[in-house]
């Protein structure tokens, strides 16, 4: 086999598994690092090298390439996004195969008209993976979000506990002007009934306009330490301020794991989240990165 040939083979690999990984991770939302991706990349390079060399001279039979290349796939999953129940692992799994798929359907027609050209090949794979990727973003964030990415956390105001479900919300980049924390987007109602009755009678006047009443109702309360204003803007709403209050600690839990977090503000939103109740909270994805 030509040098030149299994040179481009491993930079073809290579350049699949990193698109087709970075692309699930904006796709899916989830967490993504670049340097795991990185290694998870060279690793099902490697592989796929391994497996083409051996094709090439007859230690593996034609049959068995292809799912032996597919194989390759979990070992850079499991590397890029860590430990996921076997559920999620399915689903990322399954994303990661069928952009790659169609990635590889896209880097073979460039490659068969542009003669088996390196760099064209590769711009035919890149924009395979950004069209297939810009394309289904709406439809899989419908589907998937609110039973893949939602996670059960705990919120602790003193000796006030609760739990909600969140969305960790790639799109909530809200932070605290005052202490730079990341905020949490709450709905109102499902805080209602564990909040004090001054803190609900706080939250009722900000809605309202009042915010001179505010400092009335929480003048003899500890809640006004928690206190806080939050500045927003929204394409549907504009621009705006979010009441919100620092939470102790937080407890997050992915199925697998339970991480904490402090330094966190709730800011509390009148409107409903989920249509169907699936989730009552937006967790800032800062949380999880600096929880683990």
Known sequence: MPHKTVMSAAVMTFAMHWLTLWATGEVLGCRIRHAKILVASITAGLIDAVIIVSLHFGYLPAYAAVPLAMLSIFPAVRMSFGP???????????????????????????????????????????????????????????????????VPIEIHFGDIQFQVNALIDTGNRLKDPLTGSPVILLEYNAAAKFLPEEVRRAFMAFDAGDLGLISELLANSAWLARFRVIPFASIGEGKGLLPGFRADEILISDGTRDFRAKNVVIGIHVSKFSRGGAFSALLHPDILAEAS
Request: proline content about 3%; glycine content about 12%; overall charge positive.
């Open 84 to 150: 996921l129940p076997l559920s999620k692992f399915a689903i990322v799994s399954c994303h990661v195969l069928g952009i790659s798929a169609l990635a590889f359907g896209g880097a073979s027609a460039t490659a068969y008209l542009t003669g088996r050209r390196l760099i064209p090949t590769l711009l035919g794979l890149l924009g395979t993976i950004v069209a297939t990727t810009e394309i289904g973003w709406g439809y899989v964030r419908r589907r998937f979000r609110e039973w893949f990415l939602y």
